[in-house]
DNA sequence: ACCTGAACACCGTTCAAGT
DNA sequence: ACCTGAACACCGTTCAAGT
């Protein structure tokens, strides 16, 4: 054994987007151990990397999972701009509730960092301020068409959309917290949920 | 100066009811800084105690954080209770609501711990999960009375109990996340979303 | 019974030094 | 530029010892 061939076969430095090899490497240990059993030192130790080469990339711990919430933001705003904009009516209006919840489903990791208060108070960092914004305002968007097309109530459509946000934020939540465990159970909960929003919030009884 | 005025006047032993005390300070230290900057240390330092004490009455950190929640949610149930047997009637559900509500703003602490994940997976902790149970059946047993009241939807009432569950724990987060930060708007979304979600489950239109 | 101080293994972070 | 190892202050937890 030379020894090039350690215990880490690696170039004498990371190549490459080390970066996002650390996002990517706190995503898995948060979704496998949680945001508490987090920490820099084992991530470093699993990417083969010095304990302190994080810090060439990230402030400290609280800047790295202000990137993770922060690209959770783009990636949520992303799905739910893609579903609304297949035909911007009530349909995708719906659908838009249901990439919602199968956003917090497919990426935990995200959505608890993004959700959890595990980053600075008050939103500090601009650019997470300014993805959650957008990612809210994407369905105030929404709202705005769709009470231009007559189909929800003409209320103050923010006002509506922190509604609207409540709704899916609490489904996601008691689904990735397992406190709907049984087969089927996120679901159900998600399409009833989705369809007495949409009764509360319509301008006329569907029967009318 | 003798040598019992130090620092700490105390007598030789925590007197009574340490375990209480330690409840209190973490509650306290949880609002003021979050529940990551809980330290087992600064708790005994603040009542005057040594690091270990807390060890007789908590296995571990999370067995006191685990109390926390347990705690938290006898107290969430007796507010819900207490609203509705006022009168157990459509009012008295929409009380409950605002109870739910107005128990995350002023119990933060105990809100974030509940609902944060700081315990074990799957409830683990049986007094937990029973505790966190009944406080759920309480609103599935309003459901039940107002269906037999012909109010509300003759849908499965633990489904729509999911659904209101959902309605005020996502309100009650993005409350005491200060999403909703102008003043007055806390109230303004919690009274809103309260009368949309009563026209989604109504059994009939109000107006008809 | 309840409490204490020393000790252990761990963590985030800093810094002078390497390539 | 990017990475490293040693060092510092901190934390949860254990344990033999005190009253």
Known sequence: MSPATRRKPRKSYHHGNLRRALLDEALATIRDRGVEGLTLREIGARLGVSRTALYRHFADKSALLT????????????????SWERGKGPAEQQAMGVAYIRFALRNPSHYRVMFSHFVDPALQHPELATEAAAAFQALVDSIVE?????????????LMAR?????VHG??????????CEPGAVEQLTGYALERLRTGIARTAPEA
């Open 146 to 158: 769709l009470q231009r097309q007559q189909f929800l109530r003409p209320d103050d459509p923010v």
């Open 163 to 167: 509604h609207v946000w409540a709704v």
């Open 171 to 180: 489904v996601a939540m008691l689904a990735i917290d397992g406190q709907v």
């Open 67 to 82: 990137a993770v919430a922060t690209e959770g933001f783009r990636l949520l705003r992303e799905d739910l701009v893609s």
